[in-house]
C-alpha cells in the first residue's frame, strides 16, 4: 500500500537558518503531494500541495517540488522564523478524481524555531 | 475560505459514556473525514463518508461509529467511552473531481476519558 516517511524530529534552528525536512513516499501511479502544516493546539492547514512530476508547490516562503525519479517531496525554506514553530506533515493521495479518498501521512516533523 | 469546524474544542468525559463530537463544513463538500491523532502514531483515519447517509471505514474503526444525515455535518460516536480513546480528533472535508485530492481540517477536538 501507499506510505510516506518523513525524517524523524525534534529539528531545532536558529532564527533565519535553512530548513529542510524530508519526504520520500511509495505509491502507485502519480499521487498528489502535500505539506500540512500544524500550529500548536490547532488543527492541521494546507501549506502547499502538487500534483505532477517537477510541479513545485510553495507558500509564505515554504517550497516544495515533486520529484517523480527519487519518489521525494522535501520542504525547505531559506529563513525560518519563530512564527514557523509547529509540526509539518508530508502526506500523499490519489491523483485528482481519481474515486479514493484518503490521504496517507507520515508522522510528523516538529520544528522548534530559536530566536 | 473553507471553514470547518467542531463543536468543542476540549472535552472531558467518563468511562462508560456515550460522546458525539460534531463537525460542519460551510463549502458544500461532499467527502468528511474523521481521524485521530496519537504521539508517535500520527493522524489515523477511522471513517469517511462521500455523501449524506454514506460511510466508510477507515484504519481503525473500533469502538466508534458515524452519523452523516446532512450533507454539511459528519458526526462522530463513541458509544461507550474508554481511557484508551483519549486523543485529538480532527475532521476534515473536500469536494469532488478535481478537488477529491485536498483536505481541509478543523480545529480539532481534545478529548480525554477518566
Known amino acids: 500500500g501507499d506510505s510516506v516517511t518523513q525524517m524523524e524530529g525534534p529539528v531545532t534552528l536558529s532564527e533565519e537558518a535553512f530548513l529542510t525536512i524530508n519526504c520520500t513516499y511509495t505509491?502507485?501511479?502519480?499521487?498528489?503531494l502535500f505539506w500540512y502544516v500544524q500550529y500548536p493546539g490547532e488543527g492541521l492547514q494546507l501549506l502547499l500541495k502538487?500534483?505532477?512530476?517537477?510541479d513545485k508547490g510553495s507558500n509564505k516562503g515554504f517550497e516544495a517540488t515533486y520529484r517523480k525519479e527519487t519518489t521525494s517531496f522535501h520542504l525547505e525554506k531559506g529563513s525560518v522564523q519563530v512564527s514557523d514553530s509547529a509540526v509539518y506533515f508530508c502526506?500523499?493521495?490519489?491523483?485528482?478524481?481519481?474515486?479514493?479518498?484518503?490521504?496517507?501521512f507520515g508522522k510528523g516533523t516538529k520544528l522548534s524555531v530559536i530566536p | 475560505d473553507v471553514k470547518v469546524t467542531q463543536s468543542s474544542r476540549y472535552l472531558v468525559k467518563r468511562t462508560g459514556e456515550k460522546v458525539f463530537l460534531e463537525c460542519v463544513q460551510d463549502?458544500?463538500?461532499?467527502?468528511m473525514f474523521w481521524y485521530r491523532q496519537d504521539p508517535g502514531l500520527g493522524l489515523r483515519l477511522i471513517y469517511f463518508?462521500?455523501?449524506?447517509?454514506?460511510?466508510e471505514k477507515g484504519d481503525i474503526p473500533e469502538g466508534y461509529s458515524v452519523s452523516r444525515e446532512k450533507k454539511e455535518r459528519f458526526s462522530l460516536i463513541l458509544e461507550s467511552a474508554s481511557t484508551n480513546q483519549t486523543s485529538m480528533y480532527l475532521c476534515?472535508?473536500?469536494?469532488?473531481?478535481?478537488?477529491?485530492?485536498?483536505?481541509?481540517f478543523g480545529p480539532g477536538t481534545r478529548l480525554t476519558v477518566l
Open positions: 476534515a472535508s473536500s469536494g469532488v473531481g478535481l478537488a477529491t485530492d485536498t483536505q481541509y
Open positions: 505509491a502507485t501511479g502519480y499521487p498528489s
Open positions: 502538487a500534483t505532477k512530476a517537477d
Open positions: 502526506a500523499l493521495s490519489d491523483p485528482p478524481g481519481a474515486g479514493s479518498y484518503q490521504l496517507t
Open positions: 463549502m458544500d463538500h461532499e467527502n
Open positions: 463518508s462521500y455523501d449524506v447517509k454514506m460511510k
